[in-house]
């Protein structure tokens, strides 16, 4: 990973390599959905037309090159997050398939009646909902740690929490909502001494400022190929490989296992024993091409050209009269701005921005707990990635201030 | 770009907002005979209805709700229409009518938002029956 934080990203270069671009879109939907430049679907193509075929089972040259692919995206992927081994990368089709594999497999063997699992309200359904279930079906319960008034979590409150020993400890690295960018390390650290095993979702980390997942010492990483320039369909579960090893399988079939007799069935080796029946071997492939995409880039550049925009955008709309910005200052939030225009509804907003080409979310951004806790039904998004600039911004800008004025 | 263009100007034609800004038959009914409440989690538009029943004809009605210009534009329109009118013929409105009265161009993200009143009204004048006192 390149660590040399002073280098530049050349956004216009950048952009080249995105055709979707090319229809003149201002795209601020990246927290949603990054796009994918061409070396990505290329990649795929190039699998799709000249080596499509089954991989880890045919003795044939193209199904060997697929394999290869395919498993090069795992060293790859390894690379990038810093994990001691392979065996601990886990391909599924994204952060919400990889939390409730943990859930899974993990959970129902080791979480007990009255035990605590603590997420926070900051969390995306995808990391509440599987806890929901599995505190339901063991008899667990969850406590979540609130946000204070700068939309960050309320450290007190956590190390409270952590008082009670919870079985497991499960946060995001970084707020889709409101952007906030938590301190990941310090939280494990506190959770780790508490005696809890601890599940970071990355959705919005990886993609964003990358992950060393020794140094922060969580269990459990989760993230999508698609927020980080990668095709749909394609995610990856970090989990220590002790945790994998006595972890039961996910879901089960073909290529997850080693024999199957009518007695019953032995397993196949880590990482392939949470990798049951046909692969997104397309989307695999295409993830690496992503990540070697970042690693070209460097992670440091990235987050740094996110944090100029980021703190163009936030003051930018901070002039604008009648809009409410919520979350964290720039300095302390990654490329995300969520904001809500006095008397406009965000769908109205985003009706009238999607006219000027600029695609913006409005809704409750799948975490339907933070909106409640934020009193709001729903707020509009701006979120950026390495291909964003700051003329983007100023026609966000413009489209909320035809808004305001369609609506005075 | 053109089309959707066109139909985007349309959205916000002067009488959508002046729905939307000027609400017709907004509040509540102090004794309506049925009450319902629909919303849509997807963007919180939340719209409700207060109905009034004299001889099987709706003789006032009251909506109340929040969101966004589409739905409750939508939701001020359709009280028009109903006041007066026979709960037998209300029930015959369908999203044709909905949509057509608004008179714009609903992209499929959109629709939801237009047709929430029209559910209202629709599990609202089916659930006459005394299970809506019930639940309040």
């Known amino acids: 990973m390149n660590t040399n934080g002073a280098r530049r990203l050349d956004v216009a270069a950048i952009r080249k390599d995105f055709p979707i671009l090319e229809s003149g879109i201002a795209y601020l939907d990246s927290a949603n959905t990054s796009q994918r430049p061409r070396q990505v679907t290329g990649a795929m193509m190039d699998y799709f037309e000249h080596f499509n075929s089954n991989i880890h089972r045919a003795a044939y040259h193209i199904a060997e090159v697929a394999t290869e692919r395919y498993e090069g995206t795992r060293e790859k992927v390894r690379a990038f997050i810093n994990a001691a081994s392979t065996k601990e990368i886990i391909y599924t089709r994204g952060t919400t398939e990889a939390i409730n594999l943990v859930a899974y497999s993990w959970g129902r063997k080791n979480v007990r009646p009255g035990d605590l699992i603590v997420v926070t309200i900051l969390d995306h359904h995808s990391n509440i909902v599987p806890w929901q279930i599995l505190a339901a079906a063991n008899g667990a319960h969850i406590e979540y740690v609130d946000i204070d008034e700068r939309g960050e979590l309320r450290q007190d409150q956590f190390r409270e929490l952590l008082e009670h020993s919870p079985r497991l400890v499960a946060f995001g690295q970084v707020s889709n909502a409101l952007g906030t960018i938590n301190p990941a390390r310090e939280m494990v650290a506190a959770a780790k001494a508490a005696g809890s095993t601890v599940l970071v979702d990355g959705a919005q980390g990886a993609p964003h400022q990358g992950v060393d997942v020794q140094a922060l010492g969580c269990d459990f990483y989760a993230f999508s190929g698609h927020k980080m320039l990668g095709p749909t369909g394609a995610g990856i579960l970090y989990a220590r490989r002790e945790l994998l090893e006595a972890m039961d399988p996910f879901q089960s079939g073909g290529d997850m296992i080693k024999t199957v007799r009518i007695e019953g069935t032995t397993y196949h080796d880590l990482p392939w024993k949470f990798e049951a029946g046909t692969q997104a071997i397309g989307e695999v492939i295409g993830l690496g091409a992503a990540v070697d995409y970042l690693d070209a880039l460097g992670m440091d550049a990235v987050r740094a050209h996110e944090r100029e925009i980021t703190e163009y955008a936030y003051e930018a709309l901070s002039d604008i009269e009648g809009l409410t910005l919520y979350g964290p200052p720039p300095s302390r939030r990654s490329g995300v701005v969520s904001f809500s225009l006095d008397g406009i509804h965000p769908h109205d907003l985003a009706t009238i921005a999607d006219r000027d080409q600029v695609c913006l979310r409005a809704g409750h951004h799948c975490a339907m707990p933070l909106m409640t806790r934020l009193g709001v039904a729903a707020t509009a998004r701006a979120s950026f990635y390495v291909y964003t600039q700051k003329d983007e911004v100023d026609r966000l800008v413009g489209s909320i201030k035809e808004a305001q004025r369609i609506f005075k | ?136």
Do not use: W
């Not at chain 2, 309506?32 to 919180?44: Q, V």
């Not at chain 2, 037998?88 to 929430?116: F, H, M, T, W, Y």
């Open chain 2, 1 to 136: 770009m053109s089309a959707s263009t066109a139909a985007d100007d349309q959205f916000y034609r002067e009488y959508i907002l002046d729905h939307y800004k000027n609400p017709r038959n907004y509040g509540r009914l102090d004794h309506p005979d049925i009450t319902h409440e629909e919303d849509n989690p997807l963007c919180g538009d939340v719209v409700g209805m207060d109905f009034q029943i004299r001889d099987g004809v709706i003789a006032d009605i009251r909506f109340h709700g929040r969101g966004c210009a589409i739905s409750q534009a939508s939701a001020s329109l359709l009280t028009e229409r109903l006041k007066g009118i026979a709960l037998d013929d209300a029930k015959k409105i369908d999203k044709n009518d909905v949509l057509g009265e608004l008179g714009i161009q609903i992209s499929p993200a959109r629709i939801k938002c237009a047709l929430l009143p029209l559910k209202v009204l629709k599990v609202g004048a089916y659930g006459l029956a005394s299970d809506d006192e019930d639940e309040e």
